[in-house]
């Protein structure tokens, strides 16, 4: 059975940071791709960020470029998501999503003075 799970979020402040864990199991992680979306109120659900299964590949949307970083620690079965220069129009549920298919429940980042 495929789980999921993040962590990391939180309330910060403009400028800030955050770092978003997702750890995975029920499948052979270090075979696949791993992505972070995010999902603002009233917004479909967007792709932030994807990393190839060895970490070797990683692409951003526009929007995060230069701020975020994903990566991954296959020893650990678990992905991550390095949020710096925290924007309020970065506020969404971040959620870890395997094959395009399996979703964890989200994890909350709000960001405002």
């Known amino acids: 059975q495929v789980q999921l799970v993040e962590s990391g979020g939180g309330s910060v402040q403009p400028g800030g940071s955050l770092r978003l864990s997702c750890a995975a199991s029920?499948?052979?992680?270090?075979?696949?791709?791993m992505r972070w979306y995010r999902q603002a109120p009233g917004k479909e659900r967007e792709l932030v960020a994807v990393?190839?299964?060895?970490?070797?590949?990683?692409n951003y949307a526009d929007s995060v470029k230069g701020r975020f970083t994903i990566s991954r620690d296959n020893a650990k079965n678990t992905v991550y998501l390095q949020m710096n220069s925290l924007k309020p129009e970065d506020t969404a549920v971040y959620y870890c999503?395997?094959?395009?298919?399996?979703w964890g429940q989200g994890t909350q980042v709000t960001v405002s003075s």
């Open positions: 999503n395997a094959f395009d298919t399996y």
């Open positions: 990393i190839g299964s060895a970490g070797g590949y990683t």
């Open positions: 029920g499948f052979t992680f270090r075979s696949a791709a």
